[in-house]
C-alpha cells in the first residue's frame, strides 16, 4: 500500500475546502436572495390582504346531484350593474373587487362604462352592492360584501382607503371597463385575474390569485402571487419607479426600443433573458441582474420566485 506525500495531502484537503466553501457561499447568495424576494413579496400580500380577508372554504359549495350521480352547479345571478360617466385626460378610474376578474378595453370616446356581473352558488348575489365614489382624481368602484361585524361596515373609498372584510360569501363579481384615451386605470382584486389591453393610458394593477395581462401606451406597474404577468409598455418615462412582483409564475415585459433605465430583476427558481443590451454594474448570473439600459435614470423592478424574467424590445 502506497501512501501519498504530505503535500499532495494537503493540497487534496485544501481544494476540497475550497469546493465546500464555494458551494456555501453560493447556497447562502440563493437563500439570501430567496429570503428577500419572499419579503418583498410578503409585504404586498399583507398590505392587500389587509383589506380583503377570504374564507378558505367561501367557494366550497356543494351543488345538485344529476341521476348519473355527477356534481351540477346552480349558479345565481343578479341584475348587471351598470356607471358611466365622462372623463377628462389626467384622471383615472379605480375598481375594487375580492372575488372575481377585472377586464379594461379602450373606450371609443370620453366616457368611462363600467359593467360589473354578480354571481354566486350559495350566497345572495344581491347581498353585494356596487359602490361609486366620485372624488377630484377620478373615480372609484367597489364591490362591497356585507361584514361579519355590524360595527364595523365594508366602506368604499379611493386608493388605500377602505374596509373591505369578507367571510363566507362566494359571490363573484366581474368587471368589465372601456377606458377613454388619457384615462389611468387601476383594478385591483383578491381572487381574480386581470386584463387591461390595448389602453392609451397609466396603468396599476394587483391581484393575489391570478395572471395579468397589460398593453397600453402608457406605463404600467402588474403585482401578484400566484400567477403570470405579461406587459407590453409604451411609455418608456416613467416617474421614479415601476415594479412587475409575483411568487409563482413567470414575468415578461415588452419595453420601448429606446428605454433608458436603471434595472434590477431577480428569479429563484428560473433564468433571466434580456433583448436590450446591459451595462452590468455587479456580476450578471442567469438569476440576477443588476445594471444600466441605455442612459439609466428611472428604476425598474422584476422579481419572482418560481419562474423566469424576460424583457423583450419593441419597435
Given at each position: 500500500m502506497t501512501t501519498q506525500p504530505p503535500e499532495k495531502m494537503r493540497y487534496k484537503v485544501i481544494l476540497i475546502l475550497l469546493v465546500g466553501l464555494t458551494a456555501y457561499s453560493t447556497a447562502m447568495r440563493d437563500l439570501n436572495r430567496l429570503q428577500e424576494l419572499a419579503s418583498s413579496v410578503h409585504e404586498f400580500t399583507s398590505g392587500w390582504l389587509d383589506a380583503g380577508v377570504i374564507?378558505?372554504?367561501?367557494?366550497?359549495?356543494?351543488?345538485?346531484?344529476?341521476s348519473c350521480g355527477s356534481s351540477l352547479r346552480q349558479t345565481r345571478s343578479a341584475a348587471e350593474f351598470h356607471w358611466t360617466g365622462r372623463m377628462a385626460p389626467g384622471l383615472g378610474v379605480e375598481i375594487k373587487g375580492i372575488n372575481g376578474d377585472i377586464s379594461a378595453e379602450?373606450?371609443?370616446?370620453?366616457?368611462?362604462?363600467?359593467v360589473a356581473k354578480r354571481r354566486a352558488e350559495r350566497s345572495d348575489p344581491n347581498s353585494v352592492s356596487l359602490k361609486v365614489v366620485e372624488h377630484p382624481a377620478g373615480v372609484t368602484i367597489c364591490a362591497v360584501y356585507p361584514s361579519d361585524e355590524p360595527d364595523s361596515p365594508n366602506t368604499c373609498e379611493p386608493?388605500?382607503?377602505?374596509?373591505?372584510?369578507?367571510r363566507n360569501n362566494d359571490v363573484e363579481v366581474d368587471f368589465s371597463?372601456?377606458?377613454?384615451?388619457?384615462?389611468?386605470?387601476e383594478g385591483g382584486t383578491v381572487n381574480g385575474e386581470i386584463r387591461a389591453t390595448s389602453l392609451r393610458g397609466n396603468v396599476v394593477t394587483h391581484t393575489v390569485n391570478g395572471a395579468i395581462q397589460i398593453s397600453t401606451s402608457g406605463y404600467a406597474e402588474a403585482k401578484t402571487v400566484n400567477g403570470e404577468i405579461s406587459a407590453t409598455i409604451g411609455d418608456g418615462n416613467w416617474p421614479d419607479s415601476l415594479e412587475f412582483t409575483t411568487i409563482?409564475?413567470?414575468i415578461t415585459l415588452a419595453l420601448p426600443a429606446s428605454l433608458s433605465t436603471q434595472i434590477r430583476a431577480d428569479t429563484?427558481?428560473?433564468e433571466i433573458l434580456s433583448d436590450f443590451p446591459l451595462s452590468v454594474q455587479r456580476k450578471m448570473s442567469r438569476?440576477?441582474?443588476?445594471?444600466?439600459?441605455?442612459?439609466?435614470?428611472?428604476?425598474?423592478?422584476?422579481?419572482?420566485?418560481?419562474?423566469?424574467?424576460?424583457?423583450?424590445r419593441t419597435s
Open positions: 374564507t378558505a372554504n367561501a367557494k366550497d359549495v356543494s351543488g345538485a346531484q344529476s379602450p373606450a371609443a370616446g370620453a366616457e368611462v362604462v363600467v386608493g388605500k382607503g377602505g374596509l373591505m372584510s369578507v371597463v372601456r377606458v377613454p384615451a388619457g384615462v389611468a386605470f409563482n409564475g413567470q429563484f427558481n428560473g438569476k440576477h441582474l443588476s445594471g444600466t439600459i441605455g442612459n439609466g435614470g428611472r428604476e425598474l423592478f422584476l422579481k419572482t420566485l418560481n419562474g423566469s424574467i424576460r424583457l423583450q
